[in-house]
Structure formats: C-alpha cells, structure tokens
T-cell receptor, first 112, second 112 residues
Framework: DAKTTQPTSMDCAEGRAANLPCNHS???????VYWYRQIHSQGPQYIIH???NNETNEMASLIITEDRKSSTLILPHATLRDTAVYYC?????????????FGQGTRLTINP | SAVISQKPSRDICQRGTSLTIQCQVD?????MFWYRQQPGQSLTLIAT?????????ESGFVIDKFPISRPNLTFSTLTVSNMSPEDSSIYLC?????????FGSGTRLTVV
C-alpha cells in the first residue's frame, strides 16, 4: 500500500472548517483514499473514502486532486468533539481482505 | 455499521501471566483483524484471523506470544501470553463492513 504523509498536528477554531491535508504521491490507480479518526481512548472511526472523485457524507468532504497525489479532508463546521487523531490511509480495493496500515496521523485540536 | 463487543475493556495483569481478549461481532464476517496500540503510538496490525484457518501474523508478531482463535464467523480471541510491561497497550479488533472497517472499543492492558 502507498505511503501517506500528514502533518503531525493542527489546530482549528470551533465553528470553522478544518482542512486536513494528506500526501500520497506514490498512489496506484487502483488504490482508494480512506480517512479514519480516533478520539481519545476509543477505537478508530471510519469517516469517508474515495478513488478519484470528490466525496461528501454527513461527517466530512474528501477532495482528491486530479493527479491523485494528495487529498484534503474537510470538516465543514468543526466542534470540540472533532478533536482527535485523523488517519489518511491508501489501500487497494474496496474489499475486506486487505489490512489497514496506519501511519502516525494528524492530531487535530479544536479550540473554543 | 457492525457492532463489536470487546471484553475485557481494561485489565491490570501481573508479568508472566496471560490474558485472553474476546471480540464478538453482531453479524458473520470472514476476516477479523487484531491491532495493538502502544502508548502514544499509532495502530499496528498483529494478525488477521480467518475462520477455519490459522491466523496470519505480521512481521514482529508470533503465534506463541499472541495465539488467536477463530471458532466461528462472529467470534475471535487474542491471547497475550507471558506478559511483560512492554505488552502494556490497547488491543483492538476490527472487521470489514462493506465500505470501511469497524473497530471495537479496545482492551486497555496494563502489565505490572
């Protein structure tokens, strides 16, 4: 699976949009971009995934560049409960036979 | 998404003893994944448990230390054997749920 690079930490004001970048310059054509987050002392939570088109769900939006070498997770109106470590992961296929490999992620702190 | 129950949620154990962690899923799944998260670190995959066959271990993890059982499609156990303080971690199980992985809430293990 392709390696990802994320900033170690970020801060965002409550109510503002949080934009979390991820570089995955070696991504292959069949690899998806997944985002998970881990709130303190809990198991990771799925947020969103995409292949090449931008995606939006009730939690976030995922913007993938045209060359697919980077992406941005957007939390449109961050709340204090969005404080967590966010992991960007790329992996092939949508199937469940492949493992997830976690990097160090971005520690996002939402400030009041 | 799947409901995963992990037991125990936390434990404090004496070095040299063993602890078995249980993971129960509310529906049948082919593969279950066991992760370890050491203090302040990201998640590391220990092994993949496929029903009806031996678990597949990642580099650095061995069956004698982390034996896994997978007796049916909804249940798995991970045993941490002959524990040392270095085994103090959060242990999580995970399953694929059609669009992403769902994680249990984890077992926080402290070895004294």
């Amino acid at each position: 699976d392709a390696k990802t690079t994320q900033p170690t930490s970020m801060d965002c004001a409550e109510g503002r949009a949080a934009n979390l970048p991820c570089n995955h310059s070696t991504i292959s054509g069949n690899e998806y971009v997944y985002w998970y987050r881990q709130i303190h002392s809990q198991g990771p939570q799925y947020i969103i995934h995409g292949l090449k088109n931008n995606e939006t769900n009730e939690m976030a939006s995922l913007i993938i560049t045209e060359d697919r070498k980077s992406s941005t997770l957007i939390l449109p109106h961050a709340t204090l409960r969005d404080t967590a470590v966010y992991y960007c992961i790329v992996r092939a296929t949508l199937g469940g036979a492949q493992k997830l490999v976690f990097g160090q992620g971005t520690r996002l702190t939402i400030n009041p | 998404s799947a409901v995963i129950s992990q037991k125990p949620s936390r434990d404090i154990c004496q070095r040299g003893t063993s602890l078995t962690i249980q993971c129960q899923v509310d529906s049948q799944v082919t593969m279950m994944f066991w992760y370890r998260q050491q203090p302040g670190q990201s998640l590391t995959l220990i092994a993949t448990a496929n029903q009806g066959s031996e678990a597949t271990y990642e580099s650095g993890f061995v069956i004698d230390k982390f034996p896994i059982s997978r007796p049916n499609l909804t249940f798995s156990t991970l045993t941490v054997s002959n524990m040392s303080p270095e085994d103090s971690s959060i242990y999580l199980c995970s399953v694929w749920r059609g669009y992403g992985y769902t994680f249990g809430s984890g077992t926080r293990l402290t070895v004294v």
